[in-house]
């Protein structure tokens, strides 16, 4: 049976041409890809090992067919459509099996922040290869001291000659071990205060002067890396905006890699059918609490439904769902985490054990309530911004990076 994927609402309507662009889509993707076998629900966050070969040819065809950047400008080789239609592709493609996550962070953050802030040497250079899917990136901002407070980055690039020489470390990188390139968030003035002595980079993974080092998740896998630079190089063309100014580039990759969490989630939310599928195999829904779980599942999973609408309909009025946004990220990390657990009770110990892409759901559902802003940091937004209570303690923004970082 087909997931009941959602259904049109008036505001998405209103976007010109947008149910013809998902009958198109739908047309295409049942003419040329594989449909997902019902066991093999999205998990995120979970690959390490990737059929490169296999990725390549889907990406380069998805490209040459018009079906990678579709909300990029035409120049570069996107379809100048907006976030609604990739949201709508996202939806549609969840069906089938389209092994193309390892160019995500590439394709949804990499090159809308280039975009947006490249010069035309570097987008001509970046843009054309990262679309086809000829060269991976990676996304180089979280420290062992900086996560959610990024702006506490203390990565060092220093002007040598013509270019920057870079010294510290970088951890939770994802796909670094197959990246071509990444986007580095570095500090290269000291002394500035902390959101002004940042600055941005492209530095090409691929030199002596940057070690990757796998760490091994729960799920047993290592899909993301600890990451040293040591005199690693960054020619000046390697600068994205201005130097000082990486604060400003990086809230444009991190707007983006909001947009790409809440796509990558689309396929996750979509699995419910596949849920209740395999616990009605294992005979599990014969047992009341399972039964009741189930429904719970449901119903939130129905409420996420209708906040992606919203989603959309905010994005279709041009707006940026920033307060939806955070609130369907808690909600869909809380609904995968559930969604693990409840198959994982109602297989028995085996749920936990086969190495199926059920268990690894289980296992991978926590790293969901971290990734892309934590759990508390979005509560945080949301109490504040949308509830308008009083603001959580957190360091002077004027401070240097070197300096005590007293609680405001
Ligand atoms: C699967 C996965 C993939 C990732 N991939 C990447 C990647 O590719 N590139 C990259 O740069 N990073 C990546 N990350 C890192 C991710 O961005 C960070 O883990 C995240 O920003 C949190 O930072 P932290 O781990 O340093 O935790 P911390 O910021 O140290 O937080 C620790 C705990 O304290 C809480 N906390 C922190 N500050 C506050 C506050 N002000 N109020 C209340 N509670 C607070 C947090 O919510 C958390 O529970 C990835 C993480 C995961 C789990």
């Not at 995120?44 to 065809?61: G, H, I, N, Y």
């Not at 994205?240 to 790409?260: F, N, P, S």
């Not at 609490?289 to 409420?303: A, H, K, N, P, Q």
Request: aromatic share 8%; charged share 25%.
């Amino acid at each position: 049976m087909d997931v009941p994927y959602l259904p049109s609402l008036g505001a998405v309507d209103a976007v010109d041409g947008l149910e013809a662009f998902r009958v198109e889509a739908r047309a295409w993707l049942e003419a040329h890809a594989p449909r997902r076998d019902p066991g093999d629900i999205p998990v995120p966050f979970s690959e390490a090992t990737v059929d490169l070969e296999e990725s390549r040819t889907w990406q380069r065809l998805l490209a040459e067919e018009g079906w990678a950047g579709i909300s990029w400008p035409i120049e570069y080789g996107g379809r100048g459509l907006g976030p609604v239609h990739e949201i709508v592709w996202a939806q549609e493609a969840a069906r089938y099996r389209l092994p193309t996550d390892v160019f995500q962070i590439g394709l949804g953050m990499a090159g809308p922040t280039l975009i947006t802030w490249g010069g035309a040497d570097q987008k001509r250079r970046w843009l054309p290869p990262l679309l086809r899917g000829d060269e991976i990136w990676c996304q180089l901002f979280s420290e062992p001291a900086a996560g959610s407070d990024l702006a506490a980055v203390k990565t060092r690039a220093v002007r040598r000659g013509n270019g920057w020489a870079v010294e510290g470390e970088k951890v939770w990188t994802s796909v670094a071990h197959l990246a071509d390139w990444g986007l580095l968030l570095a500090r290269t003035d000291p002394e500035a205060p902390r959101h002004r002595g940042l600055t941005y980079f492209v530095i090409d993974m691929r030199q002596p002067g940057v070690e990757v080092r796998p760490l091994v998740q729960m799920t047993g896998t290592a899909g993301f890396n600890q990451v040293f630079f040591d005199s690693a190089w960054i020619p000046d063309d390697g600068v994205i905006g201005e130097v000082g100014a990486g604060w400003t580039v990086a809230l444009t990759t991190l707007m983006y890699e909001r947009l790409a969490i809440g796509r990558a989630l689309i396929g996750v939310e979509g699995a419910f059918e596949a849920i209740v599928d395999r616990l009605r195999r294992a005979e599990a829904l014969a047992r009341p609490t399972i039964r009741s779980r189930t429904v719970d599942l449901f119903v939130r999973g129905e409420v996420l439904r209708f906040m992606t609408q919203r989603i959309i309909s905010r994005l279709a009025g041009g707006e940026i769902p920033t307060a939806e946004g955070s609130a369907a990220k808690l909600g869909l990390a809380d609904l995968v985490i559930r969604a693990g657990s409840l198959v994982v009770d109602g297989l028995g110990p085996a749920g936990t054990t086969d190495r199926s892409r059920w268990s690894s759901l289980f296992l991978a559902g926590p790293g969901m309530r971290i990734a892309g802003g934590t759990d508390e940091i979005l509560k945080n937004a949301l109490a504040e911004r949308v509830l308008g209570l009083p603001r959580e303690p957190r360091p002077e923004p004027g401070m240097p990076v070197s300096g005590p970082a007293p609680l405001s």
